[in-house]
């Protein structure tokens, strides 16, 4: 459990007979954060989806101090859990894994589960160290070690809950790992929904003049500084104590509000969101620490996923909002080198968080690209939809 700072109301109710009343005032108080916090977070969240579902903690095993099994090494040999959300589906549909992006948890796809829900049976997790899930000391050292702690924690899962011919779906850094999961267990993955993916673009193909002026000035330089310090967004909001929480309303409200780009969030919806981010960035640092080891500063990765095209083995779609920062030029380069099928997508009125944005059009998105698993018994194409653009 980790404290943080919350400001609260309060009135003074003991007061000596010679003073005055003091008029309510503001305090700084402390209060817990912890993983039973985000899990209850998580579920006034969840109040908004219609559907039914179930959540609970997939035990994925323990390693004890000193393990050679490299994502659990820890001083505790405590086991760990994978949070999970399950969602009520019809008999035999098909199954799509849900897996968030960096600095995320599950919860963020909250505006999609009722849809994806009546074609398939919805499974969102959060990664290890990161939501609801367990948050193990960190202490990988190369990126071949990352990628270790998320891939094989992710197979671990999957082998408890015996899944396999599934549908995977990643987001951002999410969609990384799913490509990186899918690589390696090829035999599990039907089929692969990269979101705005992370890691298909190279720092010397696809970095802007802008971005090179940038990083040889001396604000690149410091900045470039806290990126191998490891300096993560989290610790921002942790360092800020009280006004962390601030911090994340703001961003929640102007993202995903005044500047959102399709279907802004309503008052409830962004209020919860906010609730449920403030907790899963505040809890303690585990998983957050991989950021320097698979990207360099500016989010290229270092070990680009263009690199291994050719060895693709699953049917794969990208779907981007039309003004995601992520570029989908990388897909498009990926998809020359693929000796499997490859769509991508791209969603107007749309960021990087396209499924929040416009929910709608990325229903459309993956509903068209997944038609088959769907639709088992008409086997020609529908329509595109309209509005979308195929690249």
Known sequence: MSDQFVEVSTSESSQSMNQEPKPPGRRLKWVPTSTDHIIAAEKRLLSVVKTGYTTEQVNIGSGPPGSKIKWFRSSSNEPRYINTVTFDSSENSPTIVLVHGYAASQGFFFRNFDTLASKFEVIAIDQLGWGGSSRP??????????????????EEWRKAKNLTNFILLGHSFGGYMASKYALKHPEHVKHLVLVGPAGFTTESEHSSEQFSKLKSSWKGAVMNHFWESNFTPQKLIRGLGPWGRNIV??????RF???SQGDPLTEEESKLLTEYIYHT?????????????????????RKPLLESASEWKVPTTFIYGTEDWMNFQGAVRARKEMKVPCDIIRVPQAGHFVFIDNPSGFHEAVLYALHKYTSPGNPELPPFPEGLTAV
Do not use: M, P
């Not at 309303?249 to 102007?254: A, E, F, L, V």
């Not at 960035?281 to 990765?301: M, N, P």
């Open 137 to 154: 000391d960190f202490t990988c050292k190369s990126t071949e070690e990352t990628e270790a702690w998320f891939i094989d924690s992710f």
């Open 257 to 259: 509000g005044s500047y």
């Open 249 to 254: 309303q703001k961003y929640t409200g102007n």
């Open 281 to 301: 960035l505040a809890a303690k640092a585990s998983g957050e620490l991989c950021l320097k080891y698979i990207f360099s500063f500016g989010a290229f990765a």
